[in-house]
């Protein structure tokens, strides 16, 4: 899968790191804090891009880039470009009537920019990392796989203020899948006219969303979104101005957020334990799970048969003591998992029981030393090795990717005799790049919904997914998952039935071994209002956010 980004203000941290100050002060207010319409926030790093077809995630630019729809509270669709959108009796057919909406230079917004900005982000040429997410729009498969051209895709443009979206199959998440930004329109002319300096500076774009992007040179550390006066729903946005400031440590964050110069900080899992009673304390869930991805395709031959083993990986997840993980290794309020799904992601229609609690399978996740011990012990015997020597890939770009690599080292080797992990953890560009290549045994890594449904997750390891770097591959999952997006896609209940059961085989299998669900806990200013946030998506808006 793709190393996605946590959270924008996301911080890594080391375990090493103790705060100086502890109390329940939330300290001195600065001039910058007086400006009532002035949103001050942190970043780990610049945003890597703003070209909407190039990007691995729009946590903070679903703010600036806006689709049929915008991501509302609790996740549901909520108006976007489109001020109605119907679908025909089979699923197949969607017809958007774009409201009178204009681009942040002027220009109108038409039909015709979603079909150009569509055809971009599926052109092969493009590399769009997310195109997968086009499948089941009529010819996107082949266009994507460079067997179409572009112009085939099931998108058109019969006026400037309509357009109809083709499918090869129903799909059950689609409307919400409309308020990603992925989905959103391009300004062809804007594109043509920067050439390959498009998107590269934030003057060098234009903007469909409540605010616009100013000072971004993709390498600097300070950046603003600022209110878009073209934006057509302008009259709802309070604040004028967002700005960005790059801070790499939580000890810094938390030393600005005193200061008064941040209005929201991330907290490292050693602040949490020190600020749980500040009055300003508050913490956000995500649809994100961090968890570990095995190598089947492994070029050291011992590992890869080790890495085939069942027993094997069975062993290594059985030997994680998820308790200690969560409560007292991060103790950031992350939880358990059941599964590689997420947690409140999606709920039996018929039960409204979560997914997540139906694709548990029993002695996957749970920490067992016995059974792992015995597992491990017939692992080892069935690929006819006594000892065994992992590398685990981990970012260093990553929240607590330090602490939880370093648990997981000793934690296998104090469990499993024979065992002998060596750690990398390096920049994420190099882990990304790493893992794409399959050059890892055991890769550290997470994901995070793109949409309320369980496919987000479940189309990570089916084959040839591009972020199934582990190359796991099992026929009877891709039959299931294949199922539930086609001859099951419009019976509610089958497609549930189809992807729990998918979910089972891989949690059964341990193809992913889930680690923990993230919570981040976060200062925010009491002056903060009317932030948006959600579990998955476009995870922050600031659309009706104020400060008072």
Same mark, same amino acid.
């Given at each position: 899968m793709k190393f996605k980004t946590i959270a924008a203000s996301i911080i890594t941290v080391s375990a090493a790191l103790v705060l100086a100050a502890c109390g329940n002060n939330s300290g001195p207010s600065s001039s910058s804090s007086s400006d009532n319409k002035t949103l001050n926030l942190s970043a780990t790093a610049a945003l890597d891009t703003i070209d909407i077809s190039k990007s691995t995630g729009y946590g903070q630019t679903g703010n600036v880039f806006e689709?049929?729809?915008?991501?509302?509270?609790?996740?549901?669709?909520?108006?976007?470009?489109?001020?109605?959108?119907q679908v025909s009796k089979d699923c197949k057919t969607w017809t958007f009537k774009l409201r009178n909406a204009k681009w942040s230079n002027g220009d109108p917004i038409t039909a015709e920019d979603f079909v150009y900005s569509w055809r971009r982000s599926l052109n092969p040429k493009t590399a769009s990392p997310y195109s997968y997410l086009f499948s089941g729009v009529k010819n996107a498969d082949e266009i994507a796989a460079g067997k179409m051209s572009p112009n085939k895709l099931g998108i058109s443009a019969p006026d400037k203020s309509t357009v109809v979206v083709k499918l090869d199959r129903p799909i059950a998440y689609f409307k919400v899948l409309m308020a990603y930004p992925l989905f959103g329109p391009q300004n062809e002319r804007v594109v043509k006219k920067y050439g390959k300096k498009y998107a590269t500076k934030s003057e060098y774009q234009v903007y469909s969303g409540p605010f616009k992007i100013k000072n971004w040179n993709g390498t600097g550390d300070t950046w603003s979104f600022v209110k878009n006066n073209n934006y057509w729903d302008k009259k709802v946005v309070k604040l004028n101005k967002i700005n960005y400031q790059v801070v790499k440590s939580t000890n810094t964050g938390y030393q600005m957020y005193q200061q008064g110069k941040l209005d929201l900080t991330p907290l490292s899992s050693e602040q949490v334990k020190n600020l749980k009673s500040n009055k300003d304390f508050t913490t956000y869930p995500y649809s994100l799970v961090r968890y570990i991805m095995y190598n089947f395709n492994d070029k050291n031959s011992i590992n890869r048969k080790a890495l085939r083993n069942r027993n094997i990986r069975l062993a290594l997840s059985l030997s994680i003591d998820r308790d200690v993980l969560t409560k007292k290794v991060l103790g950031n309020g992350s939880t358990k998992p059941t *599964? $590689?799904?997420?947690?409140?992601?999606?709920?039996?229609?018929?039960?409204?029981?979560?997914?997540?609690?139906?694709?548990?399978?029993?002695? !996957? !996740?749970?920490?067992?030393?016995?059974?792992?011990?015995?597992? /491990?012990?017939? *692992?080892?015997?069935?690929?006819? &090795?006594?000892?065994?020597?992992?590398?685990?890939?981990?970012?260093?770009?990553?929240?607590?990717?330090?602490?939880?690599? #370093?648990?997981? #080292?000793?934690?296998? !080797?104090?469990?499993?005799? *024979?065992?002998?992990?060596?750690?990398?953890?390096?920049?994420?560009?190099?882990?990304?790049?790493?893992? &794409?290549?399959?050059? $890892?045994?055991?890769?550290?890594?997470?994901?995070? *919904?793109?949409? @309320?449904?369980?496919?987000?997750?479940? #189309?990570?390891?089916?084959?040839? !997914?591009?972020?199934?770097?582990?190359? /796991?591959? @099992?026929?009877?999952?891709?039959?299931?998952?294949?199922?539930?997006?086609? #001859?099951?896609?419009?019976?509610?209940?089958?497609?549930?039935?189809?992807?729990?059961?998918?979910?089972?085989?891989?949690?059964?299998?341990?193809?992913?071994?889930p680690l923990y669900q993230q919570t981040t806990a976060f200062l925010q200013k009491a002056r903060v209002h009317g932030l948006i946030h959600n579990t998955a998506g476009t995870q922050w808006s600031y659309k009706y956010a104020y400060l008072k």
């Open positions: 689709s049929f729809y915008r991501l509302g509270k609790n996740g549901k669709p909520a108006a976007g470009l489109a001020k109605s959108g *599964g $590689f799904v997420a947690s409140e992601l999606a709920n039996d229609s018929k039960t409204g029981e979560d997914f997540a609690k139906q694709q548990a399978v029993k002695n !996957t !996740t749970v920490y067992n030393l016995a059974l792992a011990k015995k597992y /491990w012990k017939t *692992g080892l015997k069935e690929i006819g &090795q006594k000892s065994l020597t992992f590398n685990v890939l981990a970012s260093n770009d990553d929240s607590d990717s330090d602490q939880l690599s #370093q648990y997981l #080292q000793s934690q296998w !080797t104090k469990e499993l005799k *024979g065992i002998k992990i060596n750690i990398d953890n390096i920049p994420g560009k190099s882990e990304n790049s790493r893992a &794409q290549n399959g050059d $890892f045994d055991i890769l550290l890594s997470h994901w995070g *919904g793109d949409f @309320n449904d369980p496919m987000t997750f479940m #189309q990570i390891p089916m084959k040839n !997914t591009s972020y199934n770097y582990g190359k /796991w591959n @099992n026929a009877e999952y891709n039959a299931l998952v294949n199922r539930a997006s086609n #001859q099951d896609a419009n019976d509610v209940n089958k497609r549930w039935n189809d992807l729990v059961k998918a979910a089972r085989i891989v949690n059964s299998e341990q193809a992913i071994t």
